[in-house]
């Protein structure tokens, strides 16, 4: 971890460069063992989906923990995968910045006033020099690493207390390591997918960062996409998804201590879910704006290329 | 248009080598246009679901019994529907930034007057097809079989007995699709990954190539 976090700060350094591709291969094997962690629980599943008693209880509250668990080896295999395109987009910035000057057009104009224009990508600002980062883009700076650390810890104590649940005796106990069960994972996968979200807003914040020191470099007028709609809606969405998982977990520690949580249990499950789906639908339109962006840099450089607007 | 290769120190690209930029590809296309449709869906399954489940947490204290499994075979189903498609809708995002990175390279290249190299797509990029499609199937028949549950026991077709065993076992396996799901995605980004590494390799050997004029 103190590596990809030194590789993260320091671009330059010569673990850079060779850490994406050990990235992407962890991130893939992680994967794998989140497909194995599942798989053993779905085969426990269907062996004791016929009995009855007490045995099929005890089996299904370790299951319930241990697929979680696999959930979140699979989100940490995408958010190291992330950490890797991070660095390979460092990379292709570079990249961009040593050979555009000689790929350039000839038409070369001094950079104009500052001003915004109307784009088929949406509206960008004109201006001298790059932007400074956005305050969501140095929050998310911030904030990744601890989410995508903090998840998965949640996650195990969790599994911890699954497997305490399918031991315990009476049907107290039983309920309440149950409701302390769901509202530990449930809140780690949400921390896990915030740290997925915050690092998905750090990618946006190098493209912008990049696409500005690149035109910078040339002398020509920066342009930089002003933030659209859907990066607007992904801050509000995951927002919302952060603070409905960790609602989720107050709610579960109250139901823990009542003496019959069964209708608890019932509105609790949908809700801590909905707050998984609020966050998956933010990524969604984080991803979304990561390809806007990407087309407006690559028309950008298109068009310095061709000499057309400088 | 041809195939080659491009080696560098470390990798090997498997390359088609072309006059003009490829654009997308159909998996891209379909990415751009179905992205949109699959969140609404998902987030308009998201809150039936919670609707669903709110009122069967407000009728399980001394309502009838066949009427609350009822509701909770169709509150799985609704909220399975929402969890297929915001993957879908996540899957379809990353189709469509591979789509703009192939089309925006492409068209970088031709500007340049330079030979237009695009990346074959990789195995990884196949994979991520494949699962994407086995998980999404996964998940659609546990959602026809939860709601088809759910109108059996409401029609007391199906005991509360064997409700409660297809549960079990539908929540397993939606639980494998979503964990091929998530492997599916992961398959995606490292496409990504890959597509931005070649990106890169190609821009810094870009000026050292003859332009259409010198050719």
Redesign the interface.
């Known amino acids: 971890m103190s590596a990809v976090l030194d590789a993260v700060r320091h671009p330059g350094s010569a673990r850079a460069s060779a850490l ?2 050990q ?2 291969s962890a ?2 094997a ?3 063992a ?2 194995a962690l ?2 053993v ?2 085969v426990a ?2 062996a ?3 009995d ?1 008693g007490t045995g ?1 209880a005890d089996t ?1 509250a370790w ?1 319930f923990g241990l ?1 979680t668990a ?2 979140v080896v ?2 940490s ?2 958010a190291l ?2 950490v ?2 991070l660095l ?2 460092r ?2 910035i ?3 910045k ?2 555009l000057p ?2 350039a057009g000839p038409t070369a104009v001094g950079p104009g006033s500052e001003s915004e224009v109307a784009t088929s990508f949406g509206r960008a600002s004109r201006t001298i020099r790059a932007l400074d980062p956005l305050p969501i883009h140095r929050m998310a700076r911030l904030m990744w690493a601890p989410m995508v650390v903090m998840g998965p810890m949640l996650v195990a104590a969790g599994l911890v207390t699954s497997i305490l649940q399918a031991s315990a005796d009476s049907a107290g106990d039983t309920a309440a390591y149950s409701a302390w069960t769901q509202g530990l994972q449930f809140l780690g996968e949400g921390l896990v997918l915030a740290g997925i979200s915050f690092l998905l807003g750090v990618i946006l914040g190098e493209l912008r960062r990049g696409g500005g020191e690149v035109q910078e470099a040339l002398g020509v007028t920066v342009w930089t996409l002003k933030m659209p709609l859907s990066a607007k809606l992904f801050v509000v969405l995951m927002a919302t998804g952060v603070m409905v998982s960790i609602a989720q977990f107050a709610l579960y520690v109250v139901a823990a201590s009542v003496s019959d949580p ?3 249990f ?2 609790l ?3 801590r ?2 707050g998984l ?2 966050l ?2 933010g ?3 984080a ?2 704006t ?2 806007t962006v ?2 407006f ?3 950008r ?2 068009t310095l ?2 000499g057309e607007e400088r | 248009m041809t195939a080659t290769t491009i080696t560098t120190e470390a990798e090997t690209f498997d390359v088609e080598v072309s006059a003009r930029s490829l654009g997308r590809n159909l998996p891209q296309r379909i990415g751009r246009r179905l992205w949109l449709p699959m969140l609404a869906m998902a987030v308009m399954a998201f809150a039936a679901a919670m609707v669903v489940g709110a009122v069967r947490g407000y009728r399980i204290d001394g309502g009838d019994a066949r009427n609350i499994e009822t509701l909770r075979q169709l509150a799985a189903g609704l909220m399975f529907i929402g969890f297929a498609s915001v993957f879908a809708a996540i899957s379809f995002a990353i189709a469509r930034i591979l789509g703009e990175l192939r089309k925006g390279g492409g068209d970088l290249q031709e500007a340049a007057g330079r030979v237009v190299k695009t990346l074959r797509m990789p195995l990884t990029a196949k994979l991520f097809l494949g699962l994407m499609a086995m998980a999404m199937m996964t998940l659609i028949a546990t959602v026809v079989a939860h709601l088809g549950l759910a109108l059996s026991v409401s029609e007391s077709a199906t005991t509360l007995v064997d409700s409660e065993k297809w549960f079990v076992v539908l929540e397993g396996v939606r639980r494998a699709g979503v964990a091929v799901y998530l492997f599916a995605i992961v398959l995606g980004l490292a496409t990504i990954s890959q597509v931005l590494r070649f990106q890169a390799v190609r821009l810094r050997k870009l000026p050292q190539e003859p332009g259409a004029s010198e050719r």
């Open positions: 994406p591709s990235l992407r991130g893939l992680a994967g794998l989140g497909i599942v798989s629980a779905l599943n269907l004791v989906a016929a009855g099929r299904l299951t697929t696999g959930f699979l989100k295999g995408i995968t992330l890797g395109i390979r987009v990379d292709r570079d990249a961009a040593s050979s000689a790929l069964t209708t608890w019932a509105v499950g949908p809700l879910e909905v789906g609020l998956l639908s990524i969604v339109l991803l979304f990561i390809g990407l087309g840099q690559f028309d450089m298109r290329v061709r």
